[in-house]
């Protein structure tokens, strides 16, 4: 049974961080492209960062460069999303996927909240 579990979101002040963890089970994570979106409310899902399978390529939504950073661990098989500067436009639900050819997997999400 395929499973990503987010974990990590909460609410933060402007200007902090959060580390948001994806534990994923049921799939060789270590052959798929691993990627965080984010869904605010009444908005579209956003793509925000992406990691190759091997962890050697990264990219970066334009709005989230510079502070946030994607990051796996492939004996853990888990994907990591630091998170710096946070303001209150990153506050949404973050997804993690997995994809490899036509199959895309997803978590069920957690909720960041950046407020003063």
């Known amino acids: 049974q395929v499973q990503l579990v987010e974990s990590g979101g909460g609410l933060v002040q402007p200007g902090g961080s959060l580390r948001l963890s994806c534990a994923a089970s049921?799939?060789?994570?270590?052959?798929?492209?691993m990627r965080w979106y984010r869904q605010a409310p009444g908005k579209d899902r956003e793509l925000v960062a992406s990691i190759t399978s091997a962890g050697i390529i990264t990219n970066y939504a334009n709005s989230v460069k510079g502070r946030f950073t994607i990051s796996r661990d492939n004996s853990k098989n888990t994907v990591y999303l630091q998170m710096n500067s946070l303001k209150p436009e990153d506050t949404a639900v973050y997804f993690c996927s997995a994809a490899r050819g036509y199959s895309v997997y997803w978590g069920q999400g957690t909720q960041v909240t950046v407020s003063s």
């Open positions: 049921g799939f060789t994570f270590s052959t798929h492209v």
